[in-house]
């Protein structure tokens, strides 16, 4: 599987397949106790899974939300030296670890079942180019990208 998941401004992304053919929207659309909740929707606009910025900062942290419950947390654990992102709870354990920012690997335990590469656009803009073995793949999956960019959007740019 591989998607391409491109920030379109205001916190909104569009997720497309390798055929250019949308699969996903992203949008930033009211806060929660003063934080930005960001909706995953698919292509007929269903909303899927929601993020929340539960910690801000160098190391920020989210909550992947399904069914108004928490599904996964997310923690940036490292910035700069093998940065890594941590994703944890009914959704499973996933670790998301590099050795610079524009290419990180996705594992679960200590197998790697895909990948998220960052590329400039020509507006200088990052694109997330998000790999995972079919096997692994959950509609939630793409808010990995958006993690990312949220916590190393500045370096990947």
Known sequence: MELIIIPTGQGKYTVTDTK??????????????GMPVTTLHDASGYALYTLIRTESGVKPAFQIIFNDAVFLHARCRSFFVDPAIDLEGDGGKYTLKGREHAHLKIKIDKTEI???DTEKQANNQPKYILHMDDKYYDDYVPLFAVVVDKCFNGTNK
């Open 20 to 33: 250019d053919r949308k699969i996903y929207s992203v949008t930033k659309k009211k806060k929660f106790v």
């Open 114 to 116: 895909g990948s998220i």
